[in-house]
């Protein structure tokens, strides 16, 4: 029997190492695939850490430190709980839910002008440029800077998976330090960040700067590809497509049910504070941990039928958004961009096919899950 690659074959990749190997500790890298015990490393804060910049040479991180802070996603309590308190705020439902309309009308004006032709790529005309629009008004990057904003986002769009672009992020902290040290001229969120303030702790220059590049790190490209698949599984599951045209309600759960069958992120890691142990795998410390999030929400000890997209399956439970205090930020934003898209998709759109993806199309990445291109037929 040829072994799944993950390359190749995600999913069968999982289950043949669900089935197999369940936790497999290959040199100091330990890969955990069932949905059980991924919850339970990511619950355990205090022994599986995000901070990895404490694994680097102390000279290194003091480097890379200076420029830009350390962000939420790699910090551990209590500077994490601290700094994520003072933006929480800005992504509860009650504020993102004020930037409805405004995303509604940038996805009508990238669907209607996609109308005119016959042969559409979704990734360029509409499941890339939304989240980056919609995140530079949220931010308030003024409109003369637009072009440039596109370009590193762009940038590091293509790093992803590669490790970071550190070159791209040093420009883009030059450009926010120089947008927030004139703050007459602020507006949005980067006027928010520089005044909120919490028991007399207000963020530093730093902080906001890593925060404002963090948000394009993590917010584009992952809401880039949950548009994408989930146009491409309502392709394959056309059903439920006409049942969206009649039938808006629908729409959150086909969003829900493509984040868990095609997770944007594909998975996540951790390491190991102590020696410790993964049900019954040894992990010695400083143990790089691989929580592979689409692999749990694949896993058959929790869902029936996992392989088969169901958006009426009763246990809507999953971690596309990771789990535990690093759970994304972002969700209802995602969440909400996505559902406008395809509201309007499935208003503008009478039908289409889709151009089934090759391989090669697939985004070349170990963690994102999603399509460089995706030609659609009108
Ligand atoms: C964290 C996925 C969209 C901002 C995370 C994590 C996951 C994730 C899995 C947890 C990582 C970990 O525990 O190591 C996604 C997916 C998205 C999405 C699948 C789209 C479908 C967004 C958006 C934003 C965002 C739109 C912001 C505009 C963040 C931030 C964190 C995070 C700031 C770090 C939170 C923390 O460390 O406390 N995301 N994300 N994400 N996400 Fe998202």
Redesign the pocket.
Known sequence: MNMPTYRDEPFKWYEFMRQNHPVFRYGNSVHVFKYNDILNV?SNHRVFS?QFRDLLDENLSGILNEKIAP?????DPPK?TE??NL?NYA?VPKTIDNYENRIRQIADDLIINMLTEKNVDIVAKLSYPL?VM??SE?LGIPDNDMPLFKIWSDRLASSLGRGPDIKTQYEIADYFYGLIRKPDKLKGLLKDLCTVEIDGRKLTDQEIVS?AI???V???E??T??ITNTILTISENKKYFYEMQNDASLIPAVIEET?RYR???QS???YAREDTEISGTEVLKNDIVF?Y?GSANRDEDIYKEPDLFDPKRNNKRH?????????????P???L??VVVLKEFSKFIKDFTVEKPSGDDRIDSDIMYGFKKLIINL
């Not at 962000?71 to 910090?75: A, G, K, V």
């Not at 971690?319 to 969700?331: D, K, P, R, V």
């Open positions: 990511l995000s962000s939420i996603l790699i910090l994490h700094l994520r933006i992504f989240p919609v995140i949220i925060f963090l948000l394009l993590a917010g584009n992952t809401t590809n949950l984040l997770s944007p992120v996540t890691r951790r929580l999030l971690m596309a958004f990771g789990h535990g205090i690093h759970f994304c930020i972002g969700a934003l995602a969440r961009e996505a």
